[in-house]
């Protein structure tokens, strides 16, 4: 069997009576579909408030723009495009029972000493490392903390990519290991930085 990989090419233009240019960068989110709609919208609010938060000590690019793959056009263009890569359900309660498979929790490929812009997060292994820290919380406190932490795992790698380094820091989205509590800690809470 040959598989052909097609590259998606997008083109940078203003939308016709939309007036706004397009991002540099899109952050191209896929899923499976059992990840339910509701996770979305929280998803890219904590997505966008975690690079606001790294922004100053490791500046990320400032004009990009988190995107389902489902939500892409023809005749989008993007300088830049890095795609995120979700790995099972994303969501803690249905999951907490399971006994933790081990691994990363996200990770990114290196090919020909390159880092490559894929970015890859296991919600299956996420959401069982959360699961102890999430216990007492309502649905949408649980999935308020899925969405935080797949999006510090997200800018974890998407860090890696930018400095095309897999070195890590002894502080903040940068360290080699994060708690689950630094996963789900809201953005400007102590104990951040």
Same mark, same amino acid.
């Given at each position: 069997m040959l598989l052909l990989v097609i +590259? #998606? #090419?997008?083109s940078t233009r203003i939308a016709a009576g939309q007036g706004h240019r397009q991002a540099d960068t899109a952050v191209v989110f896929y899923a499976d579909r059992s990840v339910a709609e509701a996770m979305w919208t929280p998803l890219f609010e904590a997505f966008r408030g975690e690079v606001a938060e790294e922004r100053p000590e490791y500046p990320l690019p400032e004009d990009f723009a988190p995107i389902r793959a489902t939500g892409l056009s023809a005749g989008q263009d993007f300088a830049d495009i890095i795609q995120v890569h979700l790995i099972g359900r994303c969501d #803690?309660?249905?999951? *907490? =029972?399971?006994?933790? +498979?081990?691994? !990363?929790?996200?990770? &990114? &490929?290196?090919? /020909?000493?390159e880092i490559q +812009? @894929?970015? @890859? #997060?296991?919600?299956?292994?996420? *959401?069982? =490392?959360?699961g102890p820290a999430t216990l007492g919380m309502n649905e949408d406190q649980r999935r308020m903390a899925m969405a935080r932490a797949i999006s510090r795992v997200a800018v974890h790698e998407w860090i890696h990519i930018d400095t095309q380094s897999g070195r890590h820091e002894k502080h903040s989205v940068r360290q080699?290991?994060?708690? /689950?509590?630094?996963?789900?800690? !809201?953005v400007g809470a102590p104990g951040g930085r």
């Open positions: +590259p #998606v #090419v997008f #803690v309660a249905e999951q *907490a =029972y399971r006994p933790l +498979p081990r691994g !990363p929790l996200g990770w &990114v &490929v290196r090919l /020909s000493g +812009p @894929f970015i @890859f #997060v296991d919600c299956e292994r996420l *959401a069982q =490392y959360l080699a290991e994060l708690t /689950s509590g630094d996963l789900i800690r !809201p």
